[in-house]
């Protein structure tokens, strides 16, 4: 358990630190994005710009931290709106059964057997440079797992001695629900989220990267990672090592914190 807690802070402070950096960075160092400085453009790291400049010579720390910030408000709103729809769905399945449990569940196997990305792109392609475009089309393809988790939380415990004592005593189906449903999917949930926020960082960048998510002038690592390929021809490295590895500290925090959160199966019937 203190391997857990220690993993838990650590994992904590990583995203704190991502999250503080993606915020105060653009604001202690503000850039214009719209104004270039050719003759600054293509600078390596230094001391002047720690992460380098890209063509147009903008400080790529400052650019990072933007495209950082943009990239987590779209995926916790996505991870936000999609773990709700997922509890709704998987305690209401769960707990009543019957047909709405078979076409919630039938639902989420047509959702689940279409290619996420495929149908993003589909959604995105109709109204580019969207944000909400985006969250939407993210959300729709997000909700199925948490929905599953949830479920199978609920039926671990509908036939459980205390919840058939709830129901002789008269408690409603939605008073039953709030009181012994929803804390024992609360946990499961949680997790769910926090691994819905790297997923949807993923997924928004990869949207971006292929030209169909947030255009191009609005700083995101999607774009900054689209960016960088004619950079790496020119030897710019840092143009793409820089926006990539946010990408991956941002997946790697939030995965140790998910995990820490995780308590065994055993713990929590106890």
Same mark, same amino acid.
């Given at each position: 358990? +203190?391997?857990?807690?220690?993993?838990?802070?650590? $994992?904590?402070?990583?995203?704190? *630190?991502?999250?503080?950096? +993606?915020i &105060?960075?653009?604001?202690?160092?503000?850039?214009?994005?719209?104004?270039?400085?050719?003759? %600054?453009?293509?600078?390596?790291?230094?001391?002047?710009?720690?992460?380098?400049?890209?063509?147009?010579?903008?400080?790529?720390?400052?650019?990072?931290?933007?495209?950082?910030?943009?990239?987590?408000?779209? +995926?916790?709103?996505t991870? !936000?709106?999609?773990? &709700?729809?997922?509890?709704?769905?998987?305690?209401?399945? /769960?707990?009543?059964?019957?047909?709405?449990?078979?076409?919630?569940?039938?639902?989420?196997?047509?959702?689940?057997?279409?290619?996420? *990305?495929?149908?993003? &792109?589909?959604?995105?392609?109709?109204?580019?440079?969207?944000?909400? %475009?985006?969250?939407?089309? *993210?959300?729709?393809?997000?909700?199925?797992?948490?929905?599953? !988790?949830?479920?199978a939380?609920?039926?671990?415990?509908?036939?459980?001695?205390?919840?058939?004592?709830?129901?002789?005593? /008269?408690?409603?189906?939605?008073?039953? +629900?709030?009181?012994?449903?929803?804390?024992?999917?609360?946990?499961?949930?949680?997790?769910?989220?926090?691994? &819905?926020?790297?997923?949807?960082?993923?997924?928004?960048?990869?949207?971006?990267?292929?030209?169909?998510?947030?255009?191009?002038?609005?700083?995101?690592?999607?774009?900054?990672?689209?960016?960088? /390929?004619? $950079?790496?021809?020119l /030897?710019?490295?840092?143009? *793409?090592?820089?926006?990539a590895?946010?990408?991956?500290?941002?997946?790697?925090?939030?995965?140790?914190? %998910?995990?820490?959160? $995780?308590?065994?199966?055993?713990?929590?019937?106890?």
């Open positions: 358990m +203190a391997d857990r807690s220690r993993a838990s802070w650590v $994992a904590a402070a990583a995203v704190v *630190l991502l999250a503080g950096y +993606a &105060l960075a653009p604001i202690v160092h503000p850039i214009d994005e719209s104004i270039t400085d050719f003759a %600054a453009g293509g600078q390596g790291p230094g001391a002047q710009h720690w992460f380098g400049t890209d063509d147009s010579g903008r400080d790529l720390l400052t650019l990072v931290a933007k495209g950082m910030r943009v990239s987590l408000v779209i +995926a916790l709103a991870a !936000v709106i999609s773990t &709700l729809v997922g509890l709704v769905v998987g305690i209401t399945a /769960g707990a009543t059964g019957g047909w709405w449990d078979r076409i919630s569940m039938r639902v989420a196997d047509a959702m689940t057997a279409v290619p996420s *990305l495929l149908l993003s &792109l589909l959604i995105v392609s109709l109204f580019r440079g969207s944000l909400i %475009a985006i969250v939407v089309s *993210l959300v729709l393809t997000h909700w199925t797992a948490t929905a599953r !988790v949830v479920r939380e609920v039926l671990s415990v509908r036939k459980a001695e205390y919840v058939e004592v709830a129901r002789l005593h /008269g408690l409603t189906a939605t008073r039953i +629900a709030r009181v012994h449903f929803l804390p024992v999917a609360a946990g499961q949930a949680r997790i769910a989220g926090v691994l &819905l926020i790297a997923h949807a960082v993923w997924h928004e960048s990869t949207l971006s990267f292929l030209g169909v998510g947030l255009p191009p002038h609005q700083a995101s690592l999607g774009t900054l990672l689209a960016d960088s /390929g004619q $950079a790496l021809l /030897g710019h490295w840092w143009q *793409l090592v820089f926006p590895g946010a990408i991956v500290a941002v997946t790697l925090a939030l995965a140790t914190l %998910a995990r820490s959160l $995780a308590v065994p199966r055993k713990e929590t019937i106890a």
